[in-house]
């Protein structure tokens, strides 16, 4: 290994890498570049970046590493990436190119406590509301918002996040319904959730639907065009899991039609959000940068145990290794 090891960090929108965790007990071994802007569907352009680097900093899934990039990166050794799993890496095939991926651990509830953010933003309409105020807006009100108390809200997935989800639901009274391929009645009733049979039964139902699912190419589009049909015109819709488990072009279809109420979108089909996407200009929708995950707890624990990943490639003895 060469006394000085070449490292690119990539797609720190905030530049914090160096704010949330100590360097210093390996900075002098390293040769560090920062990338901030993550090139999204310029392959030939991502490879020609990468190719000087041995060690790669990824920051969840902002950048993607297929099987054709890893290829092409011939002085990649490691890639440190955070979170615990990363959908956006080959891990199999790094791992048979000799690529060490290792993770990290979260920090804290801030999925969770985005996911309630998105809610009570989105139907409580205070996005819209503050631009009003701030606006000088007359009359001094213009929104209804929707009361949760007596309301259904539909869970698409009731794992971790689901159940946790339902929790916080029930104190503000609502009913909560839950469907998911492999939910029984069982684990819903364990979770605290009304089972339902159909993803059909809870697209009726539901006064907000929130979905807490694993991108996969089982779930991929799982949310269609005939599911968002049957959502009440007074409902929400909620995803802080990944953008692609929906078919984006019927939801921005029925919002923009206004067969539903509202939706609160963390996450899109594409990352960064391209300029020209016409969700940007629809009114019923409040969006977020997929900061579902971010938070100074949880990036004190991904850039902290970043570094001491980094520091046992160095040592030779690698930490947290995907599989």
């Known amino acids: ?6 490292v690119a960090i990539l797609d720190d929108y905030q530049n914090v890498a160096f ?6 007990p390996i900075r002098n071994r390293l040769s560090i570049d920062l990338y901030p802007e993550t090139i999204v ?5 991502l490879v020609q970046r990468l190719q000087p680097y041995e060690v790669i900093c990824a920051m969840r899934e902002r950048t993607k590493f297929p099987a054709s990039v890893l290829d092409r990166l011939p002085n990649l050794r490691l890639i440190a990436t955070t979170g615990p799993r990363n959908a956006g890496i080959d891990v199999v095939h790094a791992k048979s190119k000799g690529i060490v991926v290792s993770g990290t651990g979260g920090g804290g509830n801030s999925t969770l406590e985005h996911i309630w953010a998105l809610i009570l933003a989105t139907a409580r309409f205070i996005p819209e509301e503050d631009r009003n105020v701030k606006a000088g807006k007359v009359p001094w009100q213009s929104t209804i918002p929707t009361g949760l108390a007596g309301k259904t809200l539909g869970l698409v997935g009731v794992g971790r996040l689901g159940s946790r989800t339902a929790e ?3 104190a503000f009274e609502m009913e909560v319904i839950g469907w998911s391929p492999n939910l029984t009645p069982e684990r819903a009733a364990t979770a605290g959730v009304i089972y339902v049979a159909s993803k059909e039964e809870l697209f009726r139902r539901s006064d907000i639907v929130s979905v807490h699912m694993v991108l996969s190419e089982r ?4 949310i269609t065009t005939a599911d968002i049909a049957l959502m009440k015109r007074t409902a929400f819709f909620i995803n802080t899991s990944r953008g692609p488990l929906v078919e984006e072009a019927a939801l921005v279809k029925a919002l923009k039609g206004r067969r539903i109420a509202g939706a609160g979108l963390d996450v899109f089909e594409v990352e960064p959000l391209p300029l020209d996407h016409p969700i940007r200009r629809l009114e019923n929708v409040v969006l977020s940068p997929h900061t579902g995950y971010v938070s100074d707890t949880s990036y004190k624990v991904f850039w902290t145990e970043t570094v001491d990943n980094i520091a046992g490639y160095l040592e030779g003895n690698p930490k947290r290794v995907m599989d």
């Open 219 to 222: 779930t991929y589009h799982m």
């Open 41 to 45: 569907a310029d392959e030939d352009a």
């Open 19 to 24: 704010t949330y965790a100590d360097w210093s």
């Open 1 to 6: 290994m060469s006394s000085t090891v070449r």
């Open 168 to 170: 916080i639901a029930k």
